[in-house]
């Protein structure tokens, strides 16, 4: 099992830059494949970015690519979103998840943190 807490939110203004953290407890963390995601008010949650479980791979979604960057240290349990060039419309709660073998959907994800608030401003 695998326990995840972000941190790192906060508001900032529209072209400033911002790095989330997820710490995650368990030993097996090496092996599961991580995931950002986010969810407005009013809307689905939804894929940001993710990561193999070795941090070979890495992808994005469309709206974010460029911008976001996602990264993980097996050694410190921990996966981080590096998000540069923000806009408000990637104002939302961001979510850390874990699954085995990596995915964009929401569905396959088995583990899943609390979630930290990002407001971008105009």
């Known amino acids: 099992q695998v326990q995840l807490v972000e941190s790192g939110g906060g508001l900032v203004q529209a072209g400033g830059s911002l790095r989330l953290s997820c710490a995650a407890s368990?030993?097996?963390?090496?092996?599961?494949?991580m995931g950002w995601f986010r969810q407005a008010p009013g809307k689905e949650r939804e894929f940001v970015a993710g990561?193999?479980?070795?941090?070979?791979?890495?992808y994005y979604a469309d709206s974010v690519k460029g911008r976001f960057t996602i990264f993980r240290d097996n050694a410190k349990n921990t996966v981080d979103l590096q998000m540069n060039s923000l806009k408000p419309e990637d104002t939302a709660v961001y979510y850390c998840?874990?699954?085995?073998?990596?995915?964009?959907?929401?569905?396959?994800?088995?583990?899943w943190g609390q979630g930290t608030q990002v407001t971008v401003s105009s």
């Open positions: 368990g030993r097996t963390f090496s092996s599961y494949a």
């Open positions: 990561v193999s479980w070795s941090g070979g791979s890495t």
């Open positions: 998840a874990a699954d085995q073998w990596g995915s964009a959907y929401v569905a396959e994800y088995d583990y």
